[in-house]
């Protein structure tokens, strides 16, 4: 499924997959943070059989589907968009950052960013006739999620492992009317004395039905036909993660398990909601199968603001390539040129006095000569100068200050881009670029093309800054180099000299940089 290309095909930042209180308080914090945003919502909350959801500060008591009504308004009226569908296709597209393709049931299509799975679980129950039919009226499982609404009532917690116990003592703090199920799960002494110290009673045998009368549970009937009557059970349920996108997408599952017991299959995630799939977060219980409500929610909070973060990380790289792609661009100089202040200092670069002044002077061209700088000094030291740069309006000036230092008889200027210059028949005794930066196979490129220009027994003067230069916290180039990394750019017959120095620069407050140096003699 490549969706990428299909005309009907909405890109966005994120989409999350599931419209609980976990994927809605994801999608709330990246809408409020001006992001585009599609919740896709089957609508299976793991929570809507419940008439109540409890211990949500601000909304106690509310219906859970009543609490999703509400998520879905708030997060429209950030600008969201709510799909009630199911996820159909889901696929990482290639390509240097995360990016996914999805779809919808309803024939929608996205292109994302990023891919939230907020797909919750699915309670898996002990086989018992009956009990899944009660599940989240009279039959329950957390205490903190239905206790207070059983207390003092008749409850049976219904053992599918002695951990079963821990759910009797919290129950057991709700209700003296106390009875442990025990389903067949052997309990020891030690297991039987607290129950019996608490007054909690204890019943062996199998439970085969969940009775009801009149719409209400009443009892259970064990397999040696006793009833015992009860108004509601407690049971652990095993939660299991929904994978249906989750598989789609190469998202692992990991067991969560209490002392040596699988206790519920959540999706595999770090400490943050990563997954193992770059770009792909799961969040509620589809992470974290034990969390409430209000826990999902949070942690939604805590996703949705991860997102932003790395969203605007990314934002932040790729406009600072386009601005670095911008500046190798002649708009770009013919801007900065067309402003009244000098974009340089006037000086020449310090390179080139120390190696052109062990030169005979001839014949030189500057390439990327900006306003003339090094152009004019070597006129002055008895060169024939030629600057070339792409630039025509940094060459206007580079011609007004040759002028001003009286050298213009000794200097020429031409329009030329390095990137697709040919010398042709020219050659000249020295040819010099400084600070010209360009990724690494297109710099090779242009030292090519340099090297093609130099005259027999001429030099080749290539000057950069060196990667080691870029100050910590700076985002890292490409177009820095290392003088070595050009010399598979010269062919047989060169002389060639590597070096790294050292030495103060004055801009923006002295510190020490480092240039790196190509010189490199061709044979006569």
């Known amino acids: 499924m490549s969706l990428n290309s299909t005309p009907d095909t909405t890109a966005v930042d994120v989409v999350v997959v599931g419209g609980g209180a976990a994927g809605l308080s994801t999608a709330l914090v990246l809408a409020r943070s001006r992001r585009s945003v599609v919740v896709v919502d089957a609508g299976e909350q793991r929570n809507a059989p419940a008439d109540h959801m409890h211990n949500y500060l601000g ?13 879905r308004e708030e997060v429209e009226s950030y600008g969201a968009t709510v799909v009630r569908g199911r996820v159909t296709g889901a696929e990482a597209l290639p390509g240097a950052v995360p990016s996914f393709a999805i779809a919808v049931d309803d024939g929608s299509r996205f292109v994302a960013r990023r891919v939230v799975l907020a797909t919750g679980v699915v309670d898996e129950l002990p086989d018992v006739p009956g009990l ?19 207390r003092d009532q008749r409850v049976g917690v219904l053992l599918t492992s002695p ?30 004395e607290p129950l019996r110290a608490k007054g909690h009673r204890v019943v062996d045998d199998v439970v085969v039905e969940v009775l009801v009368t009149d719409d209400r549970l009443s009892g259970v009937r064990l397999a040696n036909g006793t009833v015992v009557e009860l108004d509601a059970i407690a049971v652990a349920s095993f939660p299991r993660a929904r994978t249906d996108v989750a598989d789609l997408l190469g998202v692992p599952t990991a067991q969560v398990e209490m002392n040596g017991t699988p206790m519920a299959v959540g999706l595999e995630v770090d400490a943050t909601g990563a997954t193992p799939v770059p770009g792909v977060l799961a969040v509620g219980n589809a992470a974290a199968p034990m969390a409430t409500v209000i826990g999902a929610a949070a942690a939604g909070m805590q996703t949705g603001a991860l997102l932003n973060a790395q969203l605007v990380a990314e934002d932040t790289d790729t406009a600072v390539e386009a601005a670095r792609a911008a500046m190798r661009e002649p708009e770009a100089w013919e801007e900065r040129y067309g402003e009244a202040a000098p974009v340089w200092s006037g000086r020449v670069n310090p390179q080139v006095p120390v190696k052109a002044s062990e030169l005979t002077p001839g014949r030189a061209i500057d390439v990327g000569c900006g306003e003339g700088a090094d152009v004019i000094w070597l006129a002055q030291h008895g060169w024939d100068v030629t600057g070339m740069d792409f630039s025509p309006t940094g060459l206007d000036r580079a011609r007004q200050h040759a002028e ?10 031409r329009v030329g881009d390095i990137r697709t210059w040919e010398p042709g028949d020219e050659r000249w005794d020295l040819v010099t670029a400084h600070y010209v930066h360009l990724p690494p196979e297109p710099m090779l490129d242009v030292v090519r093309r ?7 027994g ?7 800054h060196h990667p080691g230069d870029v100050p910590a916290g700076i985002r890292d180039r490409d177009d820095l180099f290392v003088p070595e990394a050009l010399l598979p750019a010269l062919g047989d017959g060169w002389d060639a000299r590597t070096e790294v120095v050292e030495r103060t620069h004055t801009g923006m407050g002295a510190h020490t940089v480092r240039d790196s140096i190509l010189v490199a003699t061709r044979a006569t």
Request: proline letters at 5%.
């Open 59 to 71: 909304r106690e008591g509310t219906p859970p589907l009543e609490l999703a009504r509400i998520g």
């Open 132 to 150: 899944a039919e009660r599940w989240g009226r009279d039959v329950l499982h957390c205490p903190y999620c239905h206790g207070w609404e059983v």
């Open 163 to 192: 951990l079963g116990l821990h759910q009797a003592g919290l129950f057991g703090q709700l209700t003296d009317q106390l009875t442990v199920l025990a389903n067949g799960v052997a309990l020891d002494h030690g297991q039987r």
């Open 404 to 413: 001003e230092a009286g050298v213009a008889e000794r200097t020429s200027f």
């Open 450 to 456: 340099l090297s093609a220009a130099v005259a027999p």
């Open 458 to 464: 001429g030099t080749l003067l290539v000057v950069g």
